[in-house]
């Protein structure tokens, strides 16, 4: 049962490295660690977490044998959990009206069953209190700080019914919420039109001069496609 034991913190610098911590020490599946601050939150392409203290939710789980697909995983379940309109951008940022408002980062050690996953949401956060930099791109669900207990609560049960998913089932789930599919994007390797996931959760791109690539990782941005 996911949350449970759990480790609740007024500060900590990162409840990935404490679950981490605790994974090691044969901590259980499902061991939860939250915090109301965090000093050294990090997520995708070591970028530092910035947030408020006690406006969001900060959590990372153990998980022993983790599913194939958990960073999707995670991304269905945080989506379902932030509404209706929450889309994904590719693989896992939750967008909600192209603004993000949770990011999710899995680390661990598959060899030996284990990984621990982080996710962190904006539930409550003021976003003009935000770092400049970060305030054109950030986003909230606009909720109350007595709302991020429920709020955990409730995103626990869309991982746990997440997890039941079969992988057909799992995929279409993302897609359904895809933030990406049909648009102009570029990357380290060049630029295209997202047309979706295959069957292994890589990001399929349609290529300006015909032909397509899957793409398993990295950084995608939105952006034009190179004019003649």
Do not use: Y
């Not at 995983?73 to 945080?78: G, M, R, T």
């Not at 060899?111 to 003021?126: F, P, Q």
Request: one cysteine or more; glycine letters at 14%; hydrophobic letters at 45%.
């Amino acid at each position: 049962m996911l949350g449970t034991p759990r480790l609740h913190l007024r500060e900590v610098d990162s409840t990935s490295d404490r679950a981490r911590e605790l994974a090691l020490a044969g901590a259980p599946h499902g061991a939860l660690v939250t915090a109301a601050a965090q000093s050294a939150g990090r997520g995708r392409q070591g970028r530092l977490w910035t947030t408020q203290p006690g406006a969001a939710l900060t959590m990372s789980v153990v998980l022993r044998d983790p599913p194939p697909l958990l960073p999707l995983l995670a991304a269905v379940a945080v989506a379902e959990s932030c509404g209706e309109d929450a889309r994904i951008k590719w693989p896992n940022d939750v967008l909600v009206d192209g603004r993000k408002v949770a990011g999710i980062l899995a680390e661990g050690r598959p060899h030996e069953g284990w990984a621990v996953l982080g996710i962190g949401i904006n539930v409550a956060v003021d976003v003009a209190g935000l770092p400049e930099d970060l305030r054109e791109k950030a986003g909230s669900l606009g909720r109350r700080r007595v709302d991020i207990e429920p709020f955990l609560s409730s995103l626990l049960d869309a991982l746990e019914r997440a997890f039941a998913l079969g992988a057909d089932d799992l995929l279409n789930a993302w897609r359904a919420r895809d933030a990406l599919l049909g648009s102009e994007i570029s990357w380290a390797g060049g630029t295209g039109i997202a047309r979706g996931i295959d069957g292994e959760g890589r990001l399929v791109v349609e290529l300006p001069g015909g032909g397509r690539t899957a793409l398993n990782a990295g950084e995608v941005h939105l952006g034009r496609l190179p004019t003649a």
